[in-house]
């Protein structure tokens, strides 16, 4: 039976509309069972609270549990590749970090390209470091630091989380804008390397504000600066190496990330969430005594974010030749 021409294009154009229909309505369901947050690390280090923060505050609102799951190991990329291969539903996410970009140029041999099998939902902080020395080293402010070390190259030791560690960038990013020679001491995390920066075996150290603030309040360190463009609410007197070294900015970040294809309808309902509690005054308040800041914007907005430190850090890493233990 021949169909007339108006009944045909009519329901040609029904037919076409179905899957935008059922991508919305998949959207207004969503979530209808459990939410897994995968995150790179182990429990209670600030990646950590951050998936927490953000999983109750999503748990609240959307009315399904957000899981936390731990899957520590191999600098995050177990993580990251348990949610680049997950099924693209919006009920496997991961808890996205610098260390994500930084692996991107360190590992060549990752069997999933991050930028490019990701989808990006939503910014949550910016995590600053501090420029910190043993309060028995002679400088006492960052131009004092560099020209003691070029005075005195190849005799300074810097502290590191181990090779490709945010502490090991963020002191390279400066040996090369300050050109000053500094001797990398690699240690298994920031825990360890602490106190032999206090004991003074080790004489500086770029470390993430959250784990060093303390001993910094203490006076068993010394601030010289933060890492970030600004200063930092936390530290309102310390100033940033950017006003002696002109365009240094080494910070990391943590976001919300889907794999890819996921339906453009659930990352916006995630990403209208997400904000939505960054502008609660409790979760900044929690935010803030992490020694990090508020991060909102929109995916498109996370996506230019990713892309850019993804260059700046790939740039530090090729130049330093710097390669995963």
Do not use: H, Q
């Given at each position: 039976m021949k169909l007339p021409r108006r009944r045909f294009l009519h329901l040609a154009a029904g037919a076409a509309a179905l899957p935008a229909a059922s991508r919305f309505a998949a959207a207004e369901s969503y979530p209808s069972r459990p939410v897994h947050l995968i995150v790179g690390y182990a429990a209670g280090g600030p990646a950590d609270i951050a998936a927490r923060l953000i999983a109750q505050r999503l748990s609240e609102r959307l009315g399904q549990p957000f899981v936390v799951e731990n899957r520590a190991g191999a600098n995050s990329n177990i993580a990251t590749e348990a949610v680049v291969r997950a099924a693209p539903d919006g009920y496997t996410l991961l808890l996205a970090t610098g260390s994500n970009v930084f692996n991107?140029?360190?590992?060549?041999n990752l069997t999933f390209n991050f930028s490019n099998d990701i989808a990006p939902v939503a910014s949550i902080m910016?995590?600053?470091?501090?420029?910190?020395?043993?309060?028995?080293?002679?400088?006492?402010?960052?131009?004092?630091?560099?020209?003691?070390?070029?005075?005195n190259p190849g005799k300074i030791n810097v502290a590191s989380a181990g090779p490709g560690s945010a502490p090991h960038l963020y002191s390279e990013l400066f040996k090369m804008m300050a050109g000053v020679d500094l001797v990398q001491v690699h240690y298994h995390g920031s825990g360890p390397a602490l106190p032999d920066l206090i004991g003074g075996q080790v004489q500086v150290m770029f470390d993430p504000i959250a784990s060093s603030i303390p001993f910094i309040r203490a006076g068993?360190?010394?601030a010289l600066a933060v890492t970030t463009a600004e200063r930092l609410d936390v530290l309102p007197d310390i100033p940033t190496?950017?006003?002696?070294?002109?365009?240094?900015e080494a910070s990391s970040w943590e976001g919300i990330a889907a794999p890819k294809n996921t339906p453009t309808e659930i990352i916006d309902k995630l990403n209208r969430e997400i904000n939505a509690g960054l502008l609660d005054p409790t979760m900044r308040g929690r935010i803030t005594?992490?020694?990090?800041t508020v991060l909102m914007g929109s995916p498109s907005d996370f996506r230019k974010l990713i892309a850019d430190e993804t260059e700046k850090w790939g740039k530090v890493i090729r130049a330093a030749n710097i390669k995963p233990e």
């Open positions: 991107t140029a360190l590992y060549d910016r995590t600053p470091g501090v420029m910190e020395v043993t309060p028995s080293f002679p400088a006492k402010t960052v131009p004092e630091f560099i020209a003691y070390a070029k005075a068993t360190l010394r190496v950017g006003d002696f070294v002109p365009g240094y005594n992490l020694g990090a």
